[in-house]
């Protein structure tokens, strides 16, 4: 199959791990952009892990049901992610274990379909960046075919350097533009001493800027690490070179 990327300007969202905040920080830039009046699409190629409701015991996913959230319900739940799973495992490997595949094709038609539909389109991965996506390849395959800027989400914490730092070396190494890495305080357990130099020491060793650090529980719009202002997300997205730190 010939694939092209999309003629519309979106973000890739991937993350250093599983349960880092991406689709925490996807739903906080979907919710931005569409208060800001851009009619923003969310897509999430292949989804793993249902949970099953107590009351109707019917099982739902929570990134879909968050992401859908995040852009006002306006699309039904199999274009924010045609292709989904119960068990909480690699997509491929959830598959498996139902008797089936992942469609390699629909993860691609499945975002294209957004193209007439909005003006920004917001992509969550799955996993971390060498996460399986399909029985041959990995989640960096399928963001090296969509060519979106990424934005990385990293937990804030100790080993935050080394995830950081690997997950930008990968991305950079299959030719993709890192727009920028987001610091996440997913978890105040994990609370440690080197989330006040996390961002300082990431950026003595990339040119990719931390963007922003995100506190537990905030709620509100991304604001950029050192200035605090809001960030434009669709400048970054259109012009992710104008981000980046100079040496
Ligand atoms: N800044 C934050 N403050 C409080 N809770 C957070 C924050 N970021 C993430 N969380 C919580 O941490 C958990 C993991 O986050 P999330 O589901 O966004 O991770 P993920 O990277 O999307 O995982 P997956 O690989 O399953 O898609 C969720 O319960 C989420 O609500
Ligand atoms: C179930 C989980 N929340 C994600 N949907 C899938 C994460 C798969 C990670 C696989 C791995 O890298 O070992
Ligand atoms: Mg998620």
């Not at 969310?42 to 996913?61: E, F, V």
Request: proline residues 6%.
């Amino acid at each position: 199959m010939d694939v092209f990327p999309l003629y519309m300007p979106g973000l890739m969202i991937l993350g250093t791990d599983t349960d880092v905040g991406k689709t925490y920080i996807s739903t906080a830039i979907a919710r931005q952009l569409m208060s800001e009046g851009i009619a923003t699409g969310a897509y999430k190629p292949a989804c793993s892990g249902s949970i099953q409701d107590g009351d109707s015991g019917d099982y739902y996913w929570n990134d879909i049901e968050l992401l859908s959230e995040s852009i006002n319900q306006t699309f039904p739940s199999e274009r924010i992610c045609p292709q989904k799973f119960h068990a909480p495992l690699a997509p491929p490997v959830a598959a498996r274990k139902e008797g089936r595949q992942i469609d390699h094709d629909l993860l691609w038609q499945g975002a294209l379909w957004w193209q007439d539909q909005v003006e920004f389109l917001i992509v969550e991965g799955v996993g971390g960046v060498l996460c399986p996506l399909t029985e041959n390849t990995l989640v960096v395959d399928f963001a090296a075919e969509l060519k979106f800027p990424v934005l990385v989400v990293a937990r804030a914490g100790l080993g935050t350097i080394n995830h950081s730092l690997l997950t930008v070396e990968a991305l950079q190494n299959r030719g993709l533009c890192v727009a920028g890495i987001i610091l996440n305080d997913v978890d105040p357990e994990l609370s440690d001493e080197s989330r006040s130099s996390n961002a300082e020491q990431i950026q003595q060793w990339t040119t990719v800027p931390v963007l922003s650090f995100v506190p537990f529980e905030w709620q509100s719009n991304l604001l950029h690490h050192q200035t605090q202002d809001r960030i434009d997300w669709v400048q970054l997205a259109l012009h992710p070179s104008r981000f980046v730190i100079k040496e």
